[in-house]
């Protein structure tokens, strides 16, 4: 039998994996290290690793199989075949971990807004009230322009052509709507 064909060399392999897996056998890791971890590296880098990066994933292979080598069965593959999917899984795990990178609990988008106090909601709903029967007490043609521009949010431009005013006649009566309602609410 020839020592270099490939069912010999795919048979060694496996005798170290099955070595590894009865009693953690450390000679028999350092071979199948030696020989795999410059191949799944080269591997790793033409998937799109950085050099470093492919080190760091083709170490973690190795130790997945120093592992889990009670788990490998040479009838289903051989063990660059499962070594090899090892490395590909790490890869897609990297990849993964990249894409959702961890929360930081200090960020502002994830700190809750403190609540507001009583006295603050009783008094921002004291206010609403004085507008809206602020705004009630505008004469008609004030109040329609200021609900047009402010609480549908259209531009003076748009209130003139779908009122037929003229745009400057929309925005003297915006203003004087403005000037009367900040009369009102300073009095108070």
Known sequence: MDP?????TRDLFADLVAAIAAGRDR??????????APRVKSYLMRLGCQAAEADELAQESLLAVWQKAATFDRRQSAVSTWLFTIARNKRI???????RP????EDPALVPATPEQAD??????QSARQLHTAIAGLPEDQRELLVLAFFQEKSHSDIAV????????????IRLAMQRLRAVIEER
Request: hydrophobic content about 45%.
């Open 93 to 99: 795990d990297a990849i993964r971990r990249a894409r």
């Open 4 to 8: 270099t064909s490939p069912d010999t």
């Open 27 to 36: 000679a028999a890791f350092v071979k199948l290290f030696e020989h795999f």
């Open 162 to 173: 779908a009122t037929g005013l003229p745009l400057g006649t929309v925005k003297s009566r």
């Open 120 to 125: 603050q909601i009783l008094q921002a709903a």
């Open 102 to 105: 961890e929360l930081d609990p």
